[in-house]
């Protein structure tokens, strides 16, 4: 792992210790990072989005770069979905993050966030989305702006070329838990 690589999860640890939660609201991504002279849409793909959704402030507070965010596009295209859990939990936890795999209808306590796994069968690639604190679902594809919204409390079986997979509980362990509940998904 590069030097700019490992300095950008640890500022973004730097954030959740300081008690964040995914809350990007309806930011758009179309907001240049002074980090890195780029639109943060270039920097953040689907498993930034949907494991870590920084607000575009916060992306530029983690002085994230061109360079530094290829940590979140560095996933094996091998076909082994071990290996991409392997690493997305590898990431997680150099920021202080801990991702347990959950069921579908798991409701997560108010230091938590569920995110849904995807496969593509044909290329092999894979694909996150974030369950936002309403419930719905938000998706977004590589590089693009566009973040997609699904009005459900349960993600679409099929995305684009991806399927379902599982889903993944993400705990902010710098955050006390209450009981499930507290936030209605």
């Given at each position: 792992?590069?030097?700019?690589?490992?300095?950008?999860?640890?500022?973004?640890?730097?954030?959740?210790?300081?008690?964040?939660?995914p809350a990007r609201g309806n930011q758009t991504y179309k907001y240049v990072a002074k980090s890195a002279n780029s639109e943060v849409s270039e920097l953040v793909n689907c498993f930034a989005h949907a494991c870590f959704n920084l607000t575009n402030q916060q992306l530029t507070d983690c002085q994230?770069?061109?360079?530094?965010?290829?940590?979140?596009?560095?996933?094996?295209?091998?076909?082994?979905?071990?290996?991409?859990?392997?690493?997305?939990?590898?990431?997680?936890?150099?920021?202080?993050?801990?991702?347990?795999?959950?069921?579908?209808?798991?409701?997560?306590?108010?230091?938590?966030?569920?995110?849904?796994?995807?496969?593509?069968?044909?290329?092999?690639?894979?694909?996150?989305?974030?369950?936002?604190?309403?419930?719905?679902?938000?998706?977004?594809?590589?590089?693009?702006?566009?973040?997609?919204?699904?009005?459900?409390?349960?993600?679409?079986?099929?995305?684009?070329?991806?399927?379902?997979?599982?889903?993944?509980?993400?705990?902010?362990?710098?955050?006390?838990?209450?009981?499930?509940?507290?936030?209605?998904?």
């Amino acid at each position: 792992m590069k030097k700019s690589e490992k300095a950008l999860l640890k500022n973004i640890n730097e954030i959740y210790k300081k008690g964040y939660i995914p809350a990007r609201g309806n930011q758009t991504y179309k907001y240049v990072a002074k980090s890195a002279n780029s639109e943060v849409s270039e920097l953040v793909n689907c498993f930034a989005h949907a494991c870590f959704n920084l607000t575009n402030q916060q992306l530029t507070d983690c002085q994230i770069t061109s360079e530094s965010s290829r940590i979140f596009w560095k996933f094996p295209i091998d076909g082994f979905r071990s290996h991409d859990i392997l690493r997305m939990k590898k990431i997680l936890a150099q920021t202080g993050l801990e991702v347990k795999r959950c069921k579908a209808d798991q409701r997560p306590e108010n230091n938590q966030w569920k995110v849904a796994f995807y496969c593509d069968g044909a290329w092999g690639d894979i694909h996150f989305m974030l369950q936002e604190r309403n419930g719905t679902w938000s998706s977004k594809l590589g590089a693009q702006r566009k973040i997609e919204k699904f009005g459900t409390t349960y993600p679409p079986k099929k995305y684009d070329t991806y399927k379902l997979h599982s889903f993944y509980m993400i705990t902010n362990p710098y955050i006390t838990p209450t009981p499930s509940g507290e936030f209605c998904r």
